[in-house]
């Protein structure tokens, strides 16, 4: 028999993770990397029945890597707690392992939701994806040193796309995708700063657009389709203007001992 872990990296989303948790129950173990949740995830993730890991990974490969370093399975399955694996997708990739896989990892398709919606069309940039490979083999996945949408290297012969999506949810409602927006273009900036340089412009906004509305299909998603174009196309812009605020403010904290070590000096002369 071939042994399945399922990988969830989590931090601060008990309200979502349980649900996530219940639906891969199918696996033979679940491993939960817990990034500096001070809410209930831990504890949600016991009661399931995980193996939980406590840290700090300021970085998503970190977090990945601790994940599937404690993971015992000949194959991994990373799951986001915002996604859920249904009845269908489980039982095709139960099958896929027990029927000699034909490849050594596999892509797995993505619905993205708005509220009860689905959106097929219109994704581009880092707000989402249509399909991702998130089946593999131990030891063949390496992410880049990102905090946000690392490229992850695939090693080994690649097995194609199975059939059944993962179903994501990316928000309430329209309010709630711009909300991760939010917690995007915050991750975005840091890695930005980690650089050093600009980042994107005005061009690449526009070009995220135009693949998004027209090039991805967005326009066949009506008005949330138009949503989902312009605010992929606004993550760079903003991006941009946060890793500004971002380098700022690591400037000002370099600059501070030293400012408090003239301070000291100048006193000590006084007396």
């Not at 991702?132 to 992850?152: C, D, I, S, V």
């Not at 174009?229 to 380098?247: H, Q, T």
Request: glycine residues 10%; positive net charge.
């Amino acid at each position: 028999m071939v042994r399945l872990s399922a990988l969830v990296c989590v931090q601060n989303q008990d309200a979502q993770l349980s649900e996530c948790l219940r639906k891969l129950s199918f696996c033979d173990e679940i491993v939960v990397v817990a990034d500096r949740c001070t809410d209930r995830s831990q504890e949600i993730a016991r009661r399931h029945g995980a193996i939980v890991i406590d840290g700090i990974f300021p970085l998503e490969g970190q977090r990945k890597a601790a994940g599937v370093e404690a993971c015992s399975g000949d194959w991994i399955l990373e799951i986001d707690p915002d996604e859920l694996v249904d009845a269908a997708l489980a039982w095709e990739i139960r099958a896929v392992l027990q029927m000699r896989p034909a490849g050594d990892w596999y892509d797995l398709p993505i619905d993205n939701y708005v509220g009860e919606t689905l959106v097929r069309d219109g994704w581009a940039g880092a707000l989402s994806a249509r399909a991702e490979p998130r089946l593999y083999k131990r030891g063949l996945k390496a992410w880049e040193p990102r905090r946000l949408n690392a490229t992850a290297a695939m090693a080994g012969r690649p097995g194609g796309a199975l059939k059944g999506a993962i179903r994501r949810s990316l928000g309430r409602d329209v309010g709630g995708l711009m909300e991760r927006v939010a917690r995007l273009t915050a991750l975005a900036a840091e890695d930005l700063a980690d650089t050093g340089r600009p980042g994107p412009g005005v061009w690449t906004a526009l070009t995220t657009f135009l693949r998004a509305y027209v090039g991805r299909g967005g326009w066949r998603e009506g008005h949330l389709g138009l949503v989902v174009a312009l605010l992929s196309a606004s993550l760079p812009l903003l991006s941009r203007a946060r890793a500004a605020d971002v380098l700022a403010a690591r400037k000002a904290a370099t600059h501070e001992p030293a400012r408090v070590a003239g301070l000291r000096g100048v006193v000590g002369l006084a007396r």
